[in-house]
């Protein structure tokens, strides 16, 4: 029976002077630091059996991706389903002044954060995001898959595998910048699930290091 594995990759730093939330808006690049994580993850991954690259179409994850790519010698796959959650909070400057999030006018949005009310519902990332990682699973039989997405569609996939429910508290979100949270198969069978920090070094010199910390992550938003 092949044994695949599928990692999911987190996207590196973003240049966002205006420390809003940039979701799913158009333009929103890697920092220099972002550009380093993405080479430190194309060297990590030129020792691996590649056989797929994927990438959510936003510019972030195409350019974490394409160092991976290029070492592989493969084109880049770009699938809108390991795109960014929708969130209403787009382009609102949270990670500037988190006491924005407390005004009136958004509490309407607070209403259901179970499913969450501010933004794509959780069980719809879960199915596109299972959707990517079986078409991912059949073309890489036998080898390896990499996928490069978001913080909240990766945790909200790792809560649906591991059996827990995907409403959380996002400070407690396991998906650092460039991360990998790898899922090994035997045929469609899941083995293993790990998490590991490949460009765990260059870390600390990055202005969203820890998951959570900022009031876009303290309502739910990803990156």
């Avoid at 080479?39 to 959510?56: N, Q, T, Y």
């Avoid at 719809?124 to 997405?149: C, P």
Wanted: proline letters at 7%; one cysteine or more; a negative charge.
């Amino acid at each position: 029976m092949d044994i695949t594995t599928v990692h999911l990759v987190r996207h590196g730093e973003v240049h966002n002077p205006e420390a809003v939330l940039y979701g799913r808006r158009p333009g929103y690049h890697l920092s220099e630091l972002g550009f380093l994580m993405a080479e430190g993850l194309g060297e990590e991954f030129a020792d691996h059996d590649v056989r797929l690259v994927m990438a959510s179409p936003l510019e972030r994850a195409v350019e974490t991706a394409t160092p991976t790519a290029r070492a592989a010698g493969l084109e880049i796959v770009k699938d809108a389903r390991l795109i960014e959650a929708d969130n209403k909070f787009e382009g609102v400057p949270v990670n500037k002044n988190r006491w924005i999030l407390a005004h009136p006018r958004y509490w309407s949005w607070y209403v259901n954060p179970l499913e969450p009310s501010w933004g794509e519902p959780y069980t719809d990332v879960i199915e596109r995001m299972s959707g990517a990682v079986a078409y991912a699973l059949d073309q890489a039989s036998g080898g390896e898959a990499v996928l490069f997405s978001h913080q909240l569609p990766i945790w909200t996939m790792r809560r649906f595998v591991e059996g827990k429910p995907p409403a959380h508290d996002p400070r407690k979100r396991e998906c650092s910048l460039a991360s990998v949270t790898s899922l090994t198969f035997a045929g469609k069978q899941l083995l293993a699930l790990d998490y590991w920090e490949p460009v765990g070094y260059l870390l600390d010199e990055a202005a969203d290091m820890v998951p959570g910390t900022s009031a876009a992550h303290a309502h739910g938003a990803g990156e």
